[in-house]
């Protein structure tokens, strides 16, 4: 068992071990020979992946934002700043099946403002967990409201869900669309720099 000591922005110990036990006993309650060649490494690799995707379990993702940079009086940062066709992949906490697509962060600058990179980066940060499609957006909201106090925040999220896939084959194609705001926003600046990307 690995573990590590727990702080605020830490994710919880993880034990490898139980991981992969726990996916050779799910394989051998549907039926599977888990010793047949083919599986024979498959719980070793599937809890390696999914130690991946969780690996932001527990850790708090507005700090993917990192220290702010301050503006000074005279600078202008502009009404709207934008980051958009972030990709992610999460996992839909409800199937444990994938679901993917692009996010678009928009955010009024008031007195901070955050490196680009970061913007994508705490978009990957709040992906890496057991993941609602409409949380991820509100996470992404309240992270850029608490680092960097703007006047007002819009996340836009587009995905295709594999659970809608394989529930429902007819619309394996749907995407969902999510929107989450918070703040004031100037005017329809960021729905027409959404359309204008789209």
Do not use: K
């Amino acid at each position: 068992m690995t573990t590590a000591p727990r702080t605020a922005d830490a994710a919880p110990a993880v034990d490898r071990e139980r991981a992969v036990a726990a996916v050779r006993e799910l394989l051998s309650a549907v039926g599977e020979d888990v010793e047949r060649l083919g599986l024979m490494r498959t719980p070793e690799r599937v809890a390696d992946l999914y130690l991946e995707l969780f690996s932001g379990i527990g850790r708090d993702p507005a700090s993917a934002l990192g220290a702010p940079v301050a503006l000074t009086e005279n600078e202008q940062p502009g009404e709207l700043v934008g980051v958009t066709g972030i990709p992610f992949r999460s996992v839909c906490e409800h199937h444990l099946l994938p679901f993917e697509g692009t996010v678009d962060v928009f955010y009024a600058p008031s007195r901070h403002i955050a490196g680009l990179s970061r913007v994508a980066r705490l978009v990957d940060a709040a992906s890496r967990r057991p993941q609602l499609q409409e949380r991820l957006g509100q996470q992404i909201v309240d992270a850029m409201m608490a680092v960097l106090s703007p006047h007002g925040v819009a996340v836009r999220i587009e995905a295709a869900h594999g659970c809608v896939a394989h529930l429902e084959p007819a619309a394996a194609s749907a995407r969902a669309v999510t929107v989450a705001t918070a703040g004031t926003l100037p005017g329809d600046l960021w729905r027409l720099a959404a359309t204008a990307q789209a």
